[in-house]
C-alpha cells in the first residue's frame, strides 16, 4: 500500500487542511480559507473512493466528479450546492485573475 491508496493518509492531509482553513479565517485570509475548504473536501472525497476501491482516487480537483465515483451513498441537493459553490475555489484561490482552468 502507498499513501495514495491508504484511506488514513487521504483523511490525515483532509484534516490538515480544515486546520488550515480554520487558522486563516482566524487570520482574515479568505482567500487561503476558501482554498483550505475545497482541499480539505477533496482529500476525504479522495478517502472515500480508496475505501471503496482500493484504487488510487482520480487526479483531479472536480468535487462533483470525485462524488460520482463514490458508490451507495447519494448526494443530497443541499450538498450538490456546496459542491458546486467549493468547486472553483481550487483554480480563484491560486490564479490572479480568477482563471478557471479545467474544473
Not at 17 to 22: M, P, V
Not at 32 to 56: M, N, P, S, W, Y
Request: aromatic share 12%; hydrophobic share 40%; charged share 20%.
Amino acid at each position: 500500500m502507498n499513501r495514495e491508496t491508504d484511506v488514513r493518509a487521504w483523511l490525515e492531509y483532509a484534516e490538515a487542511d480544515r486546520r488550515s482553513a480554520y487558522n486563516a479565517m482566524r487570520a482574515d485570509d479568505y482567500r487561503d480559507v476558501a482554498f483550505h475548504c475545497q482541499q480539505a473536501v477533496e482529500k476525504f472525497l479522495k478517502a472515500v473512493i480508496v475505501q471503496q476501491t482500493g484504487q488510487r482516487s482520480p487526479h483531479e480537483h472536480n468535487l462533483w466528479k470525485f462524488w460520482q465515483h463514490i458508490f451507495g451513498i447519494e448526494c443530497p441537493p443541499d450538498v450538490q450546492t456546496a459542491l458546486a459553490a467549493l468547486n472553483p475555489h481550487y483554480f480563484l484561490s491560486r490564479y490572479p485573475g480568477g482563471a478557471l482552468s479545467t474544473i
